[in-house]
């Protein structure tokens, strides 16, 4: 069975929004302190995550599913005609 993954990446705050902000994030969890509330992710990329590491941890396989078609008819040789490259 397939599941879905529900991801954050977190974005740099300023200064300013770091001073104002009440969000917390903790391992896989954003929170505000004090609060019982709180919001767990499978996973969440801190502030200083590149967006290559979001795509080759969460991204990429979606792309190759999508590029394989729904009966994985569709392979990476025919995009490269359909798209006018050469392999």
Known sequence: ?????VTVRARPLSTEDAKTSPWRVSGHSIFIPNNPSKFEFDRIFGEDCKTLDVYQARTKDIVVAAVHGFNGTL?????????????
């Open 1 to 5: 069975m397939e599941r879905i993954y």
């Open 75 to 87: 392979h990476f040789s025919c995009l490269f005609i359909l798209i006018g490259l050469s392999c």
